[in-house]
């Protein structure tokens, strides 16, 4: 396990194009960590920089407290598992994953160590040691059936494991995931989500985990880094993430449908608080924001998410029905409000499109964002 410590960490591109911009972020040890963002967003860059695989031309990167900006990947104690798995197609599973440790053993086949006693005694010692190893993680992984094959003759899912497990048995400090699970099929992207789930549980490992799958990033990680153009956004547990969005970019990046988003003025409306935009007028806001309109009503962004939009109550909002989609356990309806298409996410019932509706709004779980980039989240 291992402590990883960024500090105002950047990397610029020749022509002055910025990957990543003053990173700060602390990795404590066996956390689990997942960097998502859209395509571009720096996420892989700072990976590779963890790596050694990037030059880092900002800031500091530690592990275990010892900058590491000029150490070479190979003396980093880390261990990556790439997107395309990177297995020799002419070795077995065994070797493929016995490969790393084979490369750095202690008794080296030099011409002049084949006559001493104690090279021979070495060298069996150090390989009885690598095939204990590579058994261990192949059992721990489910493929110790699978040691004798060549990657051609292993499945995808098959593949990432022994992807995986010749990462494990190096034993490092840091298991690096560049978004390992992209090429698999969705059923068996949430079985691999679940058995690396697992992994860290057993091994106790730090792991850090770069996915561009919000589903995949909330699911697995201990903390969740959301970046957008090189900056994080955001860096909290995946219910705060959820629940507590750093700004209006993370709030729709999180979520699928994605957030309900409208413009708008929040003001005193009687002796309570409203908000009042794009044809929309919703009473009973939480009284908590009344700070937030001293003296004068207040420009924002109201934000609600699908599922605390539903059909039927009494809100006072009326709907036309435009589009239905049915999911089995639960149903997403697009329904125009006043100006404004929402979505709402509910139990199935049935609807026409075209019909009229009413719709009840959690209030309480409604946020404020301020208007424009990046749009900072308001109140509490």
């Known amino acids: 396990m291992a ?92 070797t493929n994953m016995a490969f790393g440790l084979l490369r750095r053993r202690r008794f080296s086949s030099r011409l002049k160590a084949l006559l001493s006693p104690a090279y021979a005694d070495g ?68 079985e691999m989500r679940a058995e690396l789930r697992m992994l860290h549980r057993r091994l106790g490992a730090t792991m850090i985990y770069v996915t561009h799958d919000q589903e995949e990033a909330m699911s697995l990680g201990d903390r969740v880094v959301v970046l957008k153009d090189g900056l994080i956004q955001q860096a909290a547990t995946p219910r705060q993430v959820y629940d507590r969005p750093a700004n209006r970019f993370v709030a729709e990046f999180v979520g699928t449908p994605t957030m309900n988003m409208v413009e708008g003025t929040l003001e005193a409306r ?55 989609e049915h999911y089995g356990d639960r149903m997403d309806v697009q329904v125009r409000c006043g100006d404004r298409s929402l979505t709402a996410r509910c139990m199935p019932q049935p609807l026409q499109e075209g019909g009229v509706v009413n719709l009840t709004i959690d209030l309480a779980r409604t946020h404020l964002f301020e208007p424009g980039t990046p749009g900072a989240r308001l109140g509490d």
């Open 270 to 324: 009687g002796a309570g608080m409203a908000f009042r935009g794009q044809g929309l007028v919703i009473d009973g806001l939480v009284d908590a924001w009344r700070k937030l309109i001293q003296p004068h009503p207040r420009s924002v962004v109201l934000g609600v998410r699908p599922e605390h939009v539903q059909i039927g109550g009494g809100t006072g909002l009326q709907a036309t029905v435009e589009a239905v």
């Open 3 to 94: 402590t990883i410590d960024l500090n105002g960490v950047g990397k610029t591109y020749p022509g002055g194009v910025q990957a990543v911009r003053g990173a700060d972020l602390r990795i404590g040890h066996g956390e689990f960590v997942v960097l998502v963002g859209p395509s571009g967003c720096g996420k892989s860059t700072l990976l590779r920089m963890i790596a050694g695989l990037e030059t880092i031309t900002a800031g500091t990167l530690a592990i275990d407290g010892a900058v590491v900006n000029d150490v070479p990947p190979q003396d980093r104690d880390i261990a990556m598992v790439f997107q395309n798995y990177a297995l020799y197609p002419h070795m077995d599973v065994r």
């Open 123 to 190: 060298r069996a010692k150090e390989r009885a040691e690598i095939d204990a190893r590579v058994l261990a993680a192949a059992r721990v992984l489910g493929i110790e059936h699978l040691l004798a094959r060549k990657p051609a003759a292993l499945s995808g899912g098959q593949r990432q494991r022994v992807a995986v497990g010749r990462a494990m048995v190096r034993e490092p400090k840091v298991f690096l995931f560049d978004e390992p699970l992209s090429n698999l099929d969705a059923k068996l992207r949430v």
